[in-house]
């Protein structure tokens, strides 16, 4: 374990990771940096999400499965898909830590930003997909 990222958990810093990608998963990274780098949770948002879309073959077949939703259903569905999988990486976290910890973030979409009502139906709707 990295002593310095060591350090700042054992003083009750919680160590987020802002990355997250489908790459990061499937290889076991995110695993990993919770197991040896004192990673307890991960923040998404929707430039992250586009970076990994863009960087990575690992969306492919879902894209194509998905082509039929149109773009803003099916991002929904593979970013909601990779924070599932990411909070099951973090499950140990989060019942070790009484859920102070083992968390992860998910934004809506920033054309709801002056939107309230959009904001918490699409919070309620992304909390439904992530389970």
């Not at 060591?6 to 990355?19: E, F, N």
């Not at 099951?88 to 968390?103: F, Y």
């Not at 992860?104 to 139906?121: M, Q």
Request: include cysteine; aromatic fraction near 2%.
């Amino acid at each position: 374990m990295n002593d310095r990222l060591a350090a700042l958990a054992g003083a009750g810093v919680s160590i987020w990771l802002d990355d997250l990608s489908r790459s990061r998963l499937i290889s076991g990274n995110l695993a990993e940096l919770v197991a040896t780098k004192s990673v307890t949770g991960v923040t998404t948002n929707p430039t992250i999400f586009a970076a990994a879309l863009a960087q990575s073959g690992a969306y492919a077949d879902a894209v194509a499965d998905l082509a039929p939703v149109g773009v803003d259903d099916a991002i929904k569905l593979l970013t909601a898909a990779d924070v599932r999988d990411a909070c099951d990486v973090l499950a140990g976290v989060h019942t070790a830590t009484g859920g102070v910890d083992g968390r992860l973030s998910i934004e809506v979409a920033p054309t709801l930003a002056h939107d309230s009502r959009g904001t918490i139906a699409q919070a309620r709707e992304l909390h439904r997909l992530v389970d």
